[in-house]
């Protein structure tokens, strides 16, 4: 009992706009007491109207009254505030500005608890209690408190909205159905509401399977992520220890040589110091040997002379060799050249290498396969410049056109000998091979009896031996596309598939390597696909073309 006064008491002295404690209290002319600032503030708003009203009764005033201080108010707030009195707690069940008013409620208006759409008004905890409790009331559909009831009213006719029209895709209500809507396929929302709720939980269950779905790509797509980075790092770590070991053997066979060097420079320097010591004796005897003689030379006394004359000594054989100073002025140099040869062959090992690895390294791909181009100029965006490899041409096809045409000619070419090339098919491969997705186009001058096989191959084909071992679409290293002016086929490993459909003297090929799609292409106009081949591409891929007969051609045409 003494909460229910205690709740009274902070509903009485709350102002009904701050549903705070009155401060500054005044009191309009219909008796409901505010705060000064919060009626004037609200007054304020209503200033263009020319129109007072209450915020509560909704009584209006005309002029703007004059409002003064509620004196005895005032004092009677303050001595309750000194017995404990506090303003209602923020929760209470008033409605706010953003809150779902009861619509039974007069006076200050108390939260809809719900809204039914039947007698299309909102109640709170305690006008809902008839359609908890009554039975005929228990029937209404009760739904979370709604602002928006009224456009649930016919704005014709003013009646309920329980009918749908199919045919203008609008809620209606009876009497619309009998009238505008009479011939239309209208049926109750009701039954409309179940269909478009069974539709809509299929529509749900699509999205949820695609989310289910999309979170299986998510998490391959991390693990992938996962595996990316595993990969790069051990092969960055596995590469700088290649590397390594190389700097490391380089070092050894640096130092070996510099051993040698230094040791030959040893027993060389040691040889000639050995000479050079013999020789500087050898000078030194000579000299004395000379002065003896000039002695004698200058003896007067002539039987002196010839006594003395037969003791002289005979000369040693002389250690001097005249080849010394006629010899190459040559020693240690051509191990220099010897190195600079073991430094060219490195640079041009280094130099393929790093060319077959930026490749390799750039044909990585981890994302999901995309879909082919539709039109020419789609496929134009993956165009690459192709040429032609001399090493690998058959001698009897004739290279024009930058290396771009090739042609079979009854005469043999001047070729020099090269392990790269066929010489038992009239074939010839691309110079470089092809990376990434790529899109080429191969003009196709057949001449009667004659056909032109454009491919796609692994480089390690084999450039001789048996006829099929060589030939493009013969085994499981090449992919071809046979051309004789009037029809297609397509080669792979000995299999024939025939390919149906109107012949263009231009064919293009589509490749998309870490997708696994090589596809053929009839150029005319628009794209027609020939033949598609989805499969596993395990080594880098090269364009080859087969041309048979004399006088026929084939052109990899300029599309940059």
């Known amino acids: 009992m003494e909460q229910q006064e205690n709740q009274l008491d902070r509903e009485t002295f709350c102002c009904s706009i701050c549903l705070d404690l009155l401060k500054d209290p005044v009191t309009t002319g219909c008796g409901h007491s505010y705060c000064m600032s919060c009626i004037n503030t609200h007054w304020d708003k209503e200033e263009e109207r020319g129109s007072y009203s209450c915020p509560q009764c ?5 002029p703007r009254p004059v409002l003064g201080k ?15 009195l506090q303003a ?55 739904v979370e408190p709604s602002e928006k009831l009224q456009e649930n009213i016919c704005s014709r006719h003013d009646e309920v909205m329980k009918m749908f029209c199919r045919t203008d895709q609008q809620c209606i209500c009876y009497l619309c159905s009998v009238d505008e809507h009479k011939d239309h396929d209208t049926v109750s929302a009701a039954a409309e509401r179940t269909e478009r709720q069974r539709e809509l939980g299929l529509r749900r269950q699509t999205i949820q399977q695609r989310v289910q779905d999309t979170e299986k790509d998510v998490k391959l ?24 070991e190389l700097i490391r053997l380089l070092e050894k066979r640096s130092s070996d040589v510099k051993q040698q060097i230094r040791s030959q420079q040893e027993t060389e320097v040691s040889r000639v110091r050995e000479l050079q010591e013999r020789l500087e004796q050898e000078i030194t005897e000579l000299k004395r040997k000379d002065h003896e003689l000039k002695q004698l030379s200058d003896t007067e006394d002539h039987n002196q002379f010839l006594h003395n004359y037969p003791s002289l000594s005979p000369l040693s054989e002389s250690t001097h060799s005249s080849s010394i100073r ?65 090493n690998t041409a058959n001698k009897q096809l004739l290279l024009s056109e930058g290396n771009r045409k090739v042609t079979n000619m009854s005469k043999r070419q001047s070729y020099p000998d ?15 091979s092809l990376t990434g997705r790529c899109y080429w186009e191969v003009e196709v001058g057949v001449k009667v009896g004659g056909v032109v096989r454009v491919a796609v191959t692994y480089k390690n084909i084999s450039r001789a031996g048996s006829i099929d071992v060589c030939r493009f679409g013969f085994n499981d290293k090449s992919w071809m596309l046979y051309c004789d002016g009037n029809s297609y086929n ?21 490749l998309d390597p870490s997708a696994g799609v090589l596809s053929f292409y009839r150029v005319s106009g628009t794209m027609t696909l020939l033949h598609r081949v989805q499969t596993t591409f395990t080594q880098p ?3 080859g073309v087969r041309v048979s007969y004399c006088g026929s051609t084939a052109e990899l045409c300029e599309l940059i």
């Open 70 to 84: 509620n004196t005895m108010l005032a004092v009677l707030v303050e001595e309750l505030k000194k017995t404990g």
């Open 326 to 390: 006629i010899r190459p002025l040559r020693y240690f140099e051509d191990v220099t050249a010897a190195v600079s040869q073991v430094r060219g062959r490195l640079q041009d090992i280094l130099s393929e290498t790093e060319t077959e690895i930026l490749q390799i390294v750039s044909q990585v791909d981890v994302l999901l396969p995309q879909p082919e181009p539709e039109t020419r100029a789609d496929f134009l965006r993956y165009s690459q410049e192709i040429t032609l490899d001399p």
């Open 490 to 510: 397509f080669y792979y490993n000995s299999i024939m598939t025939p390919v149906s459909g109107p012949v263009s003297s231009r064919v293009g090929v589509y």
């Open 88 to 142: 209602a707690p923020a929760d209470h069940c008033y409605a706010g500005p953003e809150d779902v008013a009861c619509d039974v409620c007069t006076g200050r208006k108390l939260k809809a608890l719900k809204s039914c759409l039947n007698c299309l008004a909102s109640y709170c905890e305690k006008h809902l209690q008839p359609h908890l409790q009554s039975a005929p009331f228990k029937k209404h559909k009760l």
């Open 541 to 543: 891929l090269y364009a």
């Open 221 to 244: 797509l991390q693990q992938e992520e996962e595996a990316v980075n595993g990969s790069a790092d051990k092969a960055v770590e596995d590469s700088e220890k290649i590397f390594t």
């Open 58 to 62: 909704r009584q209006t005033f005309t």
């Open 418 to 432: 090269h392990p790269d090339r066929f010489t038992g098919c009239c074939q010839v491969l691309s110079r470089k």
